[in-house]
């Protein structure tokens, strides 16, 4: 089954080989125009998310480094 669907691939492949040999002439943009935020709200809200989710992770880490007495694999109380 894998050889069959392996030479239908490549005969597939190798029947769409001329439609990648067309030539036109193209266009090339190097600067875009962009439009300019009108606020900062946005800005804000991400690093609000942010910090809230370090202050998160440092408290979690904290906690379990304080309460917890066996910290590796197959240590039993």
Same mark, same amino acid.
């Given at each position: 089954m894998s050889t069959l669907l392996t030479t239908l691939t490549s005969m597939a492949y190798c029947d769409q080989?001329? $439609?990648? $040999?067309?030539?036109?002439n193209v266009t $090339?943009?190097?600067?875009?125009?962009? !439009? !300019?935020?009108q606020s900062h709200h946005g800005f804000a809200a991400v690093v609000i998310v942010v910090e809230v989710h370090v202050l998160l992770v440092t408290s979690t880490l904290l906690v379990f480094a304080i309460y917890s007495r066996y910290t590796l694999l197959g240590n039993q109380c």
């Amino acid at each position: 089954m894998s050889t069959l669907l392996t030479t239908l691939t490549s005969m597939a492949y190798c029947d769409q080989i001329p $439609q990648f $040999q067309k030539t036109d002439n193209v266009t $090339q943009v190097f600067f875009t125009p962009m !439009l !300019l935020p009108q606020s900062h709200h946005g800005f804000a809200a991400v690093v609000i998310v942010v910090e809230v989710h370090v202050l998160l992770v440092t408290s979690t880490l904290l906690v379990f480094a304080i309460y917890s007495r066996y910290t590796l694999l197959g240590n039993q109380c």
